[in-house]
């Protein structure tokens, strides 16, 4: 019997993306379906009730959550095409840096992201300490684990996007060849590397998206 791939996702969600990218690096058939999360399905509650959030994938009935999670278990069960590295310190290594990249990476970008201006230099300086480590770790490689792309990629694949979508809405570079040469040479390499570069966000509404987004943040925290 056929096996049955479901994956819940929204159009945007650059957590989702992974796992969209893992699948069809594996070349494995799912269907989508497609989230509104100001009114969530049913199914989406049901399959991760103590989240509600997307990705969730689901194999023949089967629930996972949580992105990085998702990942793993899509490398397991269709062990062609591996994103992990095998060697047990490598993959121990790579889990760290993927965690990394959601708790302190991903916070500090998205603290620089929504300051207010008098305070975007402070908050400059921990998305820029952030950014020096990833650097390190791309130092003489073209992806994270070498030649192809692989999981850390995939991780780390948000990033790619975001930061030109950050540096569009607020006006500054961020990351430039020359502070960041490890880092700019990789996100080019991967927005255009051959199956990540079909499944981007269209960039005009990802804008709209976040610069709204950026907007209610500052007028929140605007005092009255
Ligand atoms: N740690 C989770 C984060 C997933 C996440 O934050 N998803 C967002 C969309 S980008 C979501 O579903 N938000 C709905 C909510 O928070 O209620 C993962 O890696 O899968």
Redo the contacts with the bound molecule.
Sequence with gaps: MAEEVKLFR?W?????L?IVWALKLKGIEYETIF?D?TN?SPSLLQYNPI?????VLVHDGKPV??????LEYVDETWKHNPLLPQDPYEKSMARFWANFG?DKLMKSIWQLFIAREKDQDVAAVEALENLKLVEEQLKGKKFFHGETVGYLDLAFGWFADFVSILEEIMSLKLVDGERFPHLSSWIQHFIDAPVIRDCWPPRDKMIIKFQVMRENYLAAATPK
Excluded: M, Q
């Design positions: 929204t945007s969600s650059g957590y989702a992974r989230e999360l969530k989240h509600g959030k997307v990705p959550c949580e992105s990085l999670v998702i959601d």
